[in-house]
């Protein structure tokens, strides 16, 4: 077996018991890396020597009793956690020689469990985006190819593109993701792998690039769901650091997989049946909800009545508070700065902000600073708060009646690079699905289920309770056993 | 609603985005797109709502308030350390009091 192959899980076994160590686990992977980074362009920082010296200092902890819970895994940190002396580029321009001086709270949790960090990922450019075609490096191609047209080059999902190719290409075991509207789930269901966005408060946002702070959450991504529930287990934990970070007990969700689902009510929304939605995705909801009953579970239609108005009222809140978030891109204190000759202070804001940002931030944040100013604050932000507020408590009915909600986790498998770039709306629409659990703060896990007619993964999702991952996480292990996914995509380190 | 030409530059000079001429039309056409497609909120019915800021969805996880006191400090040196234009221990900036 090619030491790329294994689990997280299996890893772990495999160097407990000796059979290999985190040096030649992490140079394994590294070689992968050098191999198929060119094409997939999965990482914008390479930390090889970093990784090698953090393999080697694990391997001799290991040696004198000291094991952490991730003790010589090597993972890979989505460039939008902030790494003590690591460029950290956010996927933008505008943070193109960054360095920060500081860790943020989730990858020094990693590193405290013993974790080793290949570098850094790629993602749409400060994780806005659903196809990782944003980044200042570049876009990602998802590993995976349709089988009768393997030539076109596929999207891997945003805006954790590069988090979801490294894992699902076997450049990583594990990767450090965050999610807005749909960013660790849909990259994940889009390249065949499993992601979980927690419960809004479960991990510390110290230390993450913001973007939307009262969406965005860390969550992992990894092969399996057992390897999720490990990850999110050492990334999960209070942090005074974070006013919005829950002062709550971690549970053991590895041990919550293997819970089962008998007896557990499942939720079916109605309106996520979408006109025009492929019939694949269809049938293969239908095909979860049956495995789910197989083994225990009963199924139940609910309503989420205000579930079609999340996307706008997302893509009112998301940039607004985004283009508050983002005023601290000045040019003046870290990051580039544009000036021409005579330049004033503003004149070097406005240059600064042109040159650095994309068009896609560019576009948001022009947008949220439209639906928060003076007379317009009412009809757009107001207005969306309320209806977010509707959307919740949407979710608090429906779970007066059942334990977990099962979706799919997207409208369609993976696209080519070069479809849905020129309707802002068309790319919107990918995080239909997801976008809900983000508004209410809920658990949403990805978990790859099947493929479509052309070979390409398509996932579930499942929705819980806040703070009821275990719950989540046992739905979401049942599935995957009953569909038993092994599929390969094509690129991958060890073919 | 439509946004003319004259409010997307305001937009964008409130937001400090310098927009060239030539990026106007554009700008106007994606953002009246995308503000045509949000348009559908007014349909919902939001009489006696209480707006929802975000948040932890639960009591026992809501936001806090810390003890006013200082736990950081004396980094000059890092917090400067990724100035664009670092001048001693300020931030540099074109002059801006003549």
């Given at each position: 077996?090619?030491?790329?192959?294994?689990?997280?899980?299996?890893?772990?076994?495999?160097?407990?018991?000796?059979?290999?160590?985190?040096?030649?686990?992490?140079?394994?992977?590294?070689?992968?890396?050098?191999?198929?980074?060119?094409?997939?362009?999965?990482?914008?920082?390479?930390?090889?020597?970093?990784?090698?010296?953090?393999?080697?200092?694990?391997?001799?902890?290991?040696?004198?009793?000291?094991?952490?819970?991730?003790?010589?895994?090597?993972?890979?940190?989505?460039?939008?956690?902030?790494?003590?002396?690591?460029?950290?580029?956010?996927?933008?321009?505008?943070?193109d020689s960054f360095v920060p001086p500081y860790e943020s709270?989730?990858?020094?949790?990693?590193?405290?469990?013993?974790?080793?960090?290949?570098?850094?990922?790629?993602?749409?450019?400060?994780?806005?985006?659903?196809?990782?075609?944003?980044?200042?490096?570049?876009?990602?191609?998802?590993?995976?190819?349709?089988?009768?047209?393997?030539?076109?080059?596929?999207?891997?999902?945003?805006?954790?593109?590069?988090?979801?190719?490294?894992?699902?290409?076997?450049?990583?075991?594990?990767?450090?993701?965050?999610?807005?509207?749909?960013?660790?789930?849909?990259?994940?269901?889009?390249?065949?792998?499993?992601?979980?966005?927690?419960?809004?408060?479960?991990?510390?946002?110290?230390?993450?690039?913001?973007f939307a702070s009262s969406l965005d959450q860390a969550g992992p991504v990894a092969r399996t769901v057992e390897d999720c529930a490990i990850l999110l287990k050492s990334m999960a934990g209070f942090d005074p650091k974070d006013s919005t970070s829950a002062d709550m007990p971690v549970p053991d969700f590895a041990k919550a997989c293997e819970r089962g689902v008998k007896g557990l009510r499942i939720g079916v929304p109605k309106e996520y049946r979408l006109d025009g939605m492929a019939p694949e995705i269809v049938a293969l909801w239908e095909q979860g909800l049956q495995w789910l009953r197989d083994a225990g579970a009963e199924t139940v239609e609910i309503s989420l009545p205000h579930a079609k108005y999340a996307l706008p009222t997302y893509y009112i809140v998301a940039p607004?508070?985004?283009?508050?978030?983002?005023?601290?891109?000045?040019?003046?204190?870290?990051?580039?700065?544009?000036?021409?000759p005579g330049s004033d202070l503003r004149d070097l804001y406005e240059r600064t902000r042109a040159a650095g940002f994309g068009a896609e931030v560019r576009r948001r944040i022009m947008i949220g600073t439209y639906v928060l100013s003076a007379g317009y604050y009412d009809a757009y932000y107001l207005k969306a708060q309320k209806v977010r507020a509707l959307i919740r408590r949407d979710f608090e009915q429906a779970y007066a009646d059942v334990d977990a909600i099962v979706t799919p986790a997207t409208p369609s498998a993976a696209f080519g690079m070069d479809e849905k770039q020129d309707d802002p709306v068309a790319m919107y629409l990918n995080d239909i699905f997801t976008v809900t659990a983000n508004l209410a703060g809920l658990p949403g896990l990805a978990v790859p289920a099947g493929l479509d007619g052309q070979g390409l993964p398509l996932g579930l999702q499942v929705i819980g309770r806040a703070f009821d991952e275990e719950t989540v996480f046992a739905v979401g292990r049942?599935?995957?056993?009953?569909?038993g996914f092994d599929a390969l995509p094509r690129l991958r380190a060890g073919a | 609603m439509s946004l003319d030409t004259a409010?997307?530059?305001?937009?964008?000079?409130?937001?400090r985005i310098r927009l060239d001429e030539s990026e106007v039309q554009q700008a106007q056409a994606e953002i009246n797109g995308i503000l045509g497609w949000i348009e559908q909120l007014q349909e919902v019915d939001t009489d006696g709502v209480e707006p929802m800021a975000g948040g932890s969805p639960v009591a026992q996880a809501k936001a806090r308030l810390r003890r006013d006191v200082v736990t950081d400090g004396g980094q000059a040196d890092a917090v400067l350390a990724n100035a664009p234009d670092r001048q001693g221990q300020y931030f540099g900036v074109p002059k801006v009091v003549e």
């Amino acid at each position: 077996m090619h030491p790329t192959d294994f689990t997280l899980r299996g890893a772990i076994d495999a160097l407990s018991e000796g059979t290999i160590s985190s040096v030649e686990l992490t140079q394994a992977h590294l070689d992968g890396i050098a191999k198929l980074n060119p094409r997939l362009n999965a990482f914008i920082t390479v930390t090889a020597e970093k990784a090698l010296a953090q393999a080697k200092a694990s391997d001799e902890r290991r040696a004198a009793g000291q094991v952490g819970a991730l003790e010589g895994i090597p993972l890979a940190i989505k460039d939008l956690f902030c790494t003590a002396g690591t460029r950290t580029t956010a996927g933008s321009r505008i943070l193109d020689s960054f360095v920060p001086p500081y860790e943020s709270t989730v990858s020094q949790k990693l590193l405290n469990d013993g974790a080793v960090f290949l570098g850094k990922a790629n993602l749409d450019e400060f994780a806005m985006g659903s196809s990782n075609t944003t980044s200042a490096s570049g876009p990602v191609e998802n590993p995976w190819s349709r089988a009768n047209d393997p030539d076109t080059r596929l999207v891997p999902g945003g805006s954790s593109g590069g988090s979801a190719a490294a894992v699902a290409a076997r450049l990583a075991l594990g990767a450090t993701a965050t999610d807005t509207g749909g960013s660790i789930r849909q990259p994940a269901a889009f390249c065949g792998i499993a992601g979980i966005k927690p419960t809004y408060g479960r991990c510390s946002r110290f230390g993450i690039v913001a973007f939307a702070s009262s969406l965005d959450q860390a969550g992992p991504v990894a092969r399996t769901v057992e390897d999720c529930a490990i990850l999110l287990k050492s990334m999960a934990g209070f942090d005074p650091k974070d006013s919005t970070s829950a002062d709550m007990p971690v549970p053991d969700f590895a041990k919550a997989c293997e819970r089962g689902v008998k007896g557990l009510r499942i939720g079916v929304p109605k309106e996520y049946r979408l006109d025009g939605m492929a019939p694949e995705i269809v049938a293969l909801w239908e095909q979860g909800l049956q495995w789910l009953r197989d083994a225990g579970a009963e199924t139940v239609e609910i309503s989420l009545p205000h579930a079609k108005y999340a996307l706008p009222t997302y893509y009112i809140v998301a940039p607004a508070e985004a283009s508050s978030n983002l005023a601290r891109y000045d040019g003046v204190r870290f990051g580039m700065r544009v000036t021409e000759p005579g330049s004033d202070l503003r004149d070097l804001y406005e240059r600064t902000r042109a040159a650095g940002f994309g068009a896609e931030v560019r576009r948001r944040i022009m947008i949220g600073t439209y639906v928060l100013s003076a007379g317009y604050y009412d009809a757009y932000y107001l207005k969306a708060q309320k209806v977010r507020a509707l959307i919740r408590r949407d979710f608090e009915q429906a779970y007066a009646d059942v334990d977990a909600i099962v979706t799919p986790a997207t409208p369609s498998a993976a696209f080519g690079m070069d479809e849905k770039q020129d309707d802002p709306v068309a790319m919107y629409l990918n995080d239909i699905f997801t976008v809900t659990a983000n508004l209410a703060g809920l658990p949403g896990l990805a978990v790859p289920a099947g493929l479509d007619g052309q070979g390409l993964p398509l996932g579930l999702q499942v929705i819980g309770r806040a703070f009821d991952e275990e719950t989540v996480f046992a739905v979401g292990r049942t599935l995957e056993r009953a569909a038993g996914f092994d599929a390969l995509p094509r690129l991958r380190a060890g073919a | 609603m439509s946004l003319d030409t004259a409010t997307i530059r305001r937009i964008a000079s409130l937001a400090r985005i310098r927009l060239d001429e030539s990026e106007v039309q554009q700008a106007q056409a994606e953002i009246n797109g995308i503000l045509g497609w949000i348009e559908q909120l007014q349909e919902v019915d939001t009489d006696g709502v209480e707006p929802m800021a975000g948040g932890s969805p639960v009591a026992q996880a809501k936001a806090r308030l810390r003890r006013d006191v200082v736990t950081d400090g004396g980094q000059a040196d890092a917090v400067l350390a990724n100035a664009p234009d670092r001048q001693g221990q300020y931030f540099g900036v074109p002059k801006v009091v003549e």
